[in-house]
């Protein structure tokens, strides 16, 4: 895990979880919108590779953060949403986003 | 500015400005300790180099979140510290260290 500070502060440690680039974002994604397909996430998120957001997606899936169920057999169709873990960032978002609005114009 | 997301979203814009590798950890020490001098951004950030902490500091001035102010002439001596804006990102901060400790043992 190259990007990890290996710091003990709680703060450096939330981050090694969602302090990489674009992670927050996905996340906001599935805050606002629910369950999301690949796809939705490579269409709201201008810029990102198809191989750094599944490495995003992996990861948040092994935080137990992200959760992915399949909703189709043939083919199979799978989507990303939060768990109830993931849930808990809610507060995160919730300031980065109040904090944009009033400072970042 | 080729980290920026580009993204009119405002957490998108929050992270633009504080969403680099580095920078909240730079705030939480400014949070945390009040004003700091290089060298002491340089001791509890292990890992850091002093060109990127160099960067990340010029860029919180450039959105005067962090100021600079000599305290000493012979031999002049600098202090890194939040204005008020900066002090403005306190409840992210809070949400992040709060994050840390309820959920990334």
Chains 1, 2 share one sequence.
Not at 66 to 83: D, G, I, K, N
Request: charged fraction near 30%.
């Amino acid at each position: 895990m190259p990007s990890s500070y290996g710091l003990k502060c709680p703060v450096a440690r939330t981050l090694d979880i969602i302090g990489e680039r674009w992670t927050i974002l996905i996340l906001r994604d599935l805050f606002l919108d629910g369950p999301r397909k690949f796809q939705d996430f490579e269409r709201s998120l201008a810029g990102i590779s198809a191989t750094t957001l599944s490495a995003r997606l992996k990861r948040l899936e092994g935080y137990e953060i992200v959760a992915r169920r399949f909703y189709a057999e043939h083919p199979p169709r799978a989507e990303y949403f939060l768990t109830d873990k993931g849930r808990t960032l809610g507060p995160i978002l919730k300031q980065l986003l109040d904090w944009g609005i009033r400072h970042a114009r």
